[in-house]
C-alpha cells in the first residue's frame, strides 16, 4: 500500500472542528502531494458522498470518501483529532478520520487494498495503534501493513490474522465471498446458516468493514455466515448451494441488491449498510428469530423490485413504521407507473386523433374500418382505456406483493378489482393492498404442519386471504371510502382562484424536493390516480406535476450555460444532458447537482417549482397524458400559457442557484487567499 498513503498524508494533529474542514485540510495534502487535481471539485464529489449518507462509524472513526475525476491516483490520507469530529456516527466524534480519494476509473487492484482497510478498521487492536502512534511515518507503515500494531507484542492465535495483513489484490470479481468459519461442520450437528449482500453507493469502505463485521459476528455466535460483497473490488456472487443451503439472508446495504430473486423464499432481514458494521449480532438474533417463526420476506424477480428506489437499507425489516409503509405504497406505484404511462399516451394520441368524442366511439371489435382516421383513434382510446383498467388493481395487487411476497398477489388484484367495483377508486386500490398484504402476513405467522407449507403459498394463502379481503372491501370499508373518494373528486373540480393556486404551489414543492424520491411519488401518483376517473380538477392537477417536474433539471442546464464558472466541468457536462431530461419530464436528471449542494440547488429548484405549479393551476392547464414533457403539448389545454408557466419557473429556479453559488464562491475568496499555494494546484477558475 505504499503508493497510496505516506508520511506528508498524514497528520497526527488534526485541528478541524468540522468535518468539511477536516476532509479540505486532508485534501489540501492530497493537492501538495499531487493525488489531487481540482480540490473544490474533488470537495463537491466528498460532499456529493457525505449527503448520500453520514460516514461516521462507531468507535469514533470518520472515513469521508468517493471516486472523482480530480483524482490522479488512488490516495488515503490520516488524521487524528485531539477534541473529535462530528461524522455522524450515533455513538458520538470521530477521532480517527481517513479521507479516501478513488479516481472515477481506478483499478481494482488499488481498491482491493483500501477494501483490506476497511475490514481492519474493525479491528479493535489496529484502532488503539492508530491511537497510540506519535510519528506519522510509523502510523503511515502500520496503515501500510509493513508495521504491527505496538500494543500486539505475542503471536496471534491460530487462524486468527495479524491486524497490519492486507488481503492481496485480486482481479476483478475474483474476490471470494467472505465465509465465516463452522463451529461444527460434521453434518451431525450443522450450524445456522445466513447468506448476507452488503454494498454502499461507493463500494470502498462501509461495503467491506460490514462484510468484517457481520462475519466476525455470526464466528463468535457460532453462526456460518458467508457476505457477498457488491462493491468495487469486484462483485463475486454467491454459489447457488450456498444460497440454497442457508437458513436466512441479510441485506446490509445503501444501493440496490443485485440480482434480488436468488435469494427468494428465504427469511430476510433488510437494514443499512451502518447497521451492519454497527449491530451485527442484533440483525443475525433478528434472522433467527424469522427463520424460527417461518416468515418469508418479500423478494421481487428480476433485480429491481418493490424496494428499488427506496434510498436503500430502509427496508421492511428493522425500519421505522412510517418507512414501511411508505416502502409498500412505493412497490405499487412502481408496477402501476407503466400502466399509466402506455394507456395515458395511448389515449391522449386517440384524443390528437379523433378528438375527445372519441370516447364516445363503438367498440372496434364491432366496427373498424381500416381507411378511416377516427376507427384509428377509436382503437388506440379503446386499448389505453383497457390498460386504464388495470391501473387499480395492479396498485392494490404489488402493494400487497411488497408487504408480503407472492401469496399477497391474489387477495391484493382481487382487492383491487373491488374498489373499482364499488367506485372506491385509487383510494380504495391503496386500502385493498394494504388490507391484503395484512392479512397475509397474518396467515404466515401462523405455525402449520410441514406437510402444509407447500400448498399454503399456491392454495390456502391466496384462498383465505381473497375472501377476508373481499369481505371487508364489499361490506365495511368499500363505500366509506367511496364517499371519501366522491368529494376528494369533487373538491377537485371545484378548485379554483386561490386555492387552486395553494395547490399548485404544494404539489411543485413536492415534485422538486427529491426529484424522484418519495415525495417526488407521492405527487405523481396523486396525478395520475386522478387520470383513472377524469375531471377538469384531476387533469389541472396532472397539468401542474408534470410542468414543476420538468424545471429542477432545466434550470440546472440553464444554470451551468450562462454562470459556466460556477460549475465543475462534470457539472457543465451533466447540464448539457439536462435540457433533454428536463424536456423530456425525468426530474432526476438534477440530482447530480443537488447530491454536489444540497444546501443551494433544492430550495432553488423547489421555489421554481412552486411558481411553476402555481402558474398552472392559475392559467388552468390541464393535461390527459402521464407523462412525455414538451412531446405532449398539443394535447396541454392552454399549451401557451404552460410553456409560459415552465419558463417562468426555471427562470426563477436558474437566478437563485446562480445567485446562492455566486454568494458562496465570493465569501470563499478569502480562504482561497489565505490557504497556502500549493494547496490551490488545480483549483477551478
Not at 449518507?53 to 490520516?78: K, N, Q, W, Y
Not at 427496508?315 to 411508505?326: E, K, P, S, T
Not at 397475509?440 to 390456502?460: C, D, E
Amino acid at each position: 500500500m505504499s503508493e497510496l498513503i505516506t508520511a506528508e498524508l498524514v497528520d497526527l494533529d488534526l485541528s478541524a472542528a468540522t468535518k468539511d474542514a477536516a476532509a479540505r485540510s486532508l485534501a489540501e495534502r492530497m493537492v501538495a502531494a499531487h493525488r489531487v487535481t481540482d480540490l473544490d471539485g474533488f470537495l463537491a464529489d466528498v460532499a456529493a458522498r457525505e449527503a448520500q449518507m453520514p460516514t461516521g462509524l462507531d468507535g469514533g472513526i470518520g472515513i469521508p470518501h468517493c471516486r472523482s475525476e480530480h483524482v490522479s491516483a488512488p490516495t488515503l490520507a490520516f488524521g487524528r483529532s485531539a477534541r473529535g469530529i462530528d461524522f455522524g456516527a450515533a455513538d458520538g466524534p470521530a477521532d480517527l478520520i481517513f479521507l479516501i480519494a478513488a479516481p472515477a476509473g481506478a483499478d481494482d487492484d488499488h481498491l482491493t487494498i483500501l477494501s483490506g482497510l476497511a475490514r481492519r478498521l474493525m479491528d479493535p487492536e489496529f484502532t488503539a495503534a492508530l491511537r497510540a502512534g506519535d510519528d506519522p511515518g510509523t502510523v503511515a507503515a502500520l496503515i501500510r501493513g509493513e508495521e504491527p500494531a505496538p500494543e500486539t507484542g505475542a503471536a496471534p492465535e491460530a487462524g486468527t490474522p495479524e491486524p497490519a495483513d492486507v488481503p492481496e489484490a485480486k482481479a476483478p470479481g475474483a474476490e471470494a465471498p467472505e465465509r465465516a468459519a463452522s463451529p461444527t461442520d460434521d453434518g451431525d450437528d450443522a450450524p445456522f446458516r445466513i447468506v448476507a449482500v452488503t454494498s454502499c453507493p461507493t463500494g470502498i469502505a462501509h461495503t467491506y468493514m460490514a462484510a468484517e463485521s457481520l462475519t466476525a459476528a455470526g464466528r463468535a455466535e457460532g453462526v456460518e455466515v458467508t457476505v457477498e460483497t457488491q462493491g468495487s473490488a469486484g462483485f463475486s456472487k454467491l454459489d447457488p448451494a450456498v444460497i440454497a443451503a442457508a437458513d436466512a439472508v441479510i441485506w446490509a446495504h445503501d444501493v440496490e441488491v443485485r440480482e434480488k430473486a436468488r435469494f427468494r423464499g428465504k427469511p430476510l432481514v433488510d437494514v443499512g449498510v451502518k447497521a451492519g458494521i454497527n449491530r451485527p449480532s442484533e440483525l443475525i438474533a433478528e434472522a433467527r428469530r424469522k427463520a424460527e417463526r417461518g416468515e418469508i420476506s418479500a423478494v421481487p424477480e428480476g433485480g429491481d423490485g418493490p424496494e428499488a428506489g427506496d434510498g436503500g437499507g430502509s427496508g421492511a425489516d428493522g425500519a421505522h413504521f412510517g418507512v414501511r409503509l411508505r416502502t409498500y405504497l412505493m412497490s405499487g406505484v412502481s408496477y402501476m407507473v407503466p400502466f399509466v404511462a402506455a394507456g395515458g399516451l395511448l389515449i391522449a394520441l386517440s384524443f390528437a386523433i379523433g378528438g375527445y368524442e372519441i370516447v364516445d366511439a363503438k367498440s372496434v371489435a364491432d366496427h373498424f374500418v381500416w381507411g378511416q382516421a377516427d376507427s384509428w383513434a377509436a382503437l388506440l382510446n379503446q386499448i389505453g382505456s383497457a390498460a386504464f383498467g388495470f391501473l387499480v388493481p395492479v396498485l392494490a395487487g404489488y402493494i400487497a406483493y411488497g408487504m408480503a411476497d407472492r401469496p399477497a398477489l391474489v387477495p391484493g388484484f382481487v382487492g383491487g378489482a373491488i374498489a373499482l367495483t364499488v367506485e372506491a377508486g385509487f383510494l380504495g386500490g391503496l386500502v385493498a393492498g394494504l388490507l391484503a398484504g395484512a392479512v397475509v402476513m397474518a396467515i404466515q405467522r401462523v405455525p402449520v404442519h410441514p406437510t402444509l407449507r407447500g400448498i399454503m403459498p399456491v392454495l390456502v394463502i391466496p384462498l383465505i386471504a381473497s375472501a377476508v379481503v373481499g369481505f371487508l372491501m364489499f361490506i365495511v370499508v368499500g363505500k366509506p371510502i367511496a364517499a371519501l373518494q366522491g368529494a376528494l373528486t369533487d373538491w377537485l373540480n371545484g378548485l379554483s382562484g386561490s386555492n387552486a393556486v395553494i395547490l399548485g404551489v404544494v404539489l411543485g414543492l413536492m415534485m422538486c424536493f427529491d426529484m424522484g424520491g418519495p415525495l417526488n411519488k407521492v405527487a405523481y401518483a396523486f396525478a395520475v390516480g386522478g387520470l383513472a376517473d377524469p375531471t377538469d380538477g384531476s387533469l389541472k392537477v396532472m397539468a401542474a406535476v408534470m410542468a414543476a417536474g420538468m424545471v429542477p433539471p432545466l434550470a440546472l442546464a440553464l444554470a451551468t450555460t450562462v454562470r459556466k464558472k460556477l460549475f465543475t466541468k462534470t457539472e457543465r457536462e451533466n447540464g448539457r444532458a439536462a435540457w433533454v431530461l428536463g424536456a423530456s419530464f425525468i426530474t432526476e436528471g438534477a440530482i447530480p447537482f443537488a447530491a454536489a449542494d444540497p444546501l443551494r440547488v433544492i430550495p432553488s429548484v423547489m421555489a421554481g417549482g412552486a411558481v411553476t405549479g402555481a402558474l398552472s393551476m392559475a392559467f388552468g392547464c390541464t393535461l390527459r397524458a402521464p407523462h412525455g414533457g414538451i412531446f405532449v403539448v398539443p394535447l396541454i389545454g392552454e399549451p401557451f400559457l404552460y410553456l409560459l408557466a415552465i419558463a417562468a419557473g426555471t427562470l426563477v429556479a436558474t437566478a437563485l442557484v446562480v445567485l446562492l453559488k455566486g454568494a458562496r464562491r465570493k465569501a470563499a475568496v478569502p480562504a482561497g487567499e489565505a490557504a497556502a499555494p500549493e494547496a490551490r494546484v488545480g483549483a477551478t477558475a
